[in-house]
């Protein structure tokens, strides 16, 4: 079914009950919202970012209720995707998680800085992980013709600015994406406020194919061994 834009609940698309590696340090459950804006060739999960409507969904009571029954066990709910960002009304799933007094990361590609900015103003947010897909200049064949080097410059430095006044808020991510440089990394890096480093996200490609053309879709993980679409 796809979801429905008045409803932010129809965006779930995926739960894992209980995860070690997806917030580093902390057991959480993981929620995988689905719609993306961007079309990296490398995506992990391209059915969640780009076809969610193939994939069941989950109600908003069922999902509240396996958060409840896990909650001793949990330090946190990390809240990705697909986009989370990009989810109409992702507040109130965020809100809701909150009331249940458990911290929240979201995992995000920084593409709507004002979502973040609202968030994290509201305090509702614990930690964003942004990736940064590569230097600007390559955004248009890493993202699959999805965002100019202009716009990623500018919703990212919108990002960056969070990130200077809210430190511990953030780490960021790049992915080591076929024909990404050193030279592409460095050029992220100078990107970053001083305050943060970049973590590196190898890859390894996922035991069975997924995607639609097979063989395009790594695995992503970080040093943290985190996977990430
Ligand atoms: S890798 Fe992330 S940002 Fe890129 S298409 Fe997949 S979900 Fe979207």
């Not at 459950?29 to 490398?42: D, I, Q």
């Not at 614990?126 to 064949?141: I, M, N, Q, S, T």
């Amino acid at each position: 079914m796809h979801p429905d834009p008045e409803n932010p609940w129809s965006y779930i698309k995926g739960l894992e009950p209980v995860s070690f590696c997806d917030w580093p340090g902390r057991t959480s459950l993981v929620l995988f919202t689905g719609t993306c804006n961007l079309r990296c060739p490398t995506c992990h999960n391209p059915d969640l970012a780009r076809q969610p409507e193939t994939l069941p969904g989950i109600s908003k009571e069922a999902l509240l209720r396996r958060i409840r029954s896990k909650g001793s066990w949990l330090d946190g709910v990390v809240v990705s995707g697909g986009e989370p960002t990009a989810v109409p009304g992702l507040k109130e799933i965020i809100l809701a998680i909150s009331d249940l007094d458990l911290p929240v990361k979201l995992d995000s590609n920084g593409f709507y800085p004002q979502v973040v900015e609202d968030l994290l103003q509201k305090d509702l947010v614990d930690l964003f992980a942004v990736d940064v897909k590569g230097p600007y200049f390559r955004y248009p064949e890493l993202t699959g013709g999805r965002a100019d080097p202009e716009g990623a410059r500018d919703n990212l430095e919108r990002v960056f600015a969070l990130a200077r006044e809210w430190p511990e808020r953030f780490v960021f991510r790049c992915t080591r994406v076929p024909g990404l440089t050193e030279e592409d990394l460095d050029l992220v890096r100078s990107y970053l406020p001083p305050s943060h480093n970049l973590i590196v996200q190898q890859y390894r490609r996922p035991p069975t194919p997924v995607g639609e053309t097979p063989g395009e879709a790594p695995e992503q993980t970080d040093e943290q061994g985190a996977s990430r679409p």
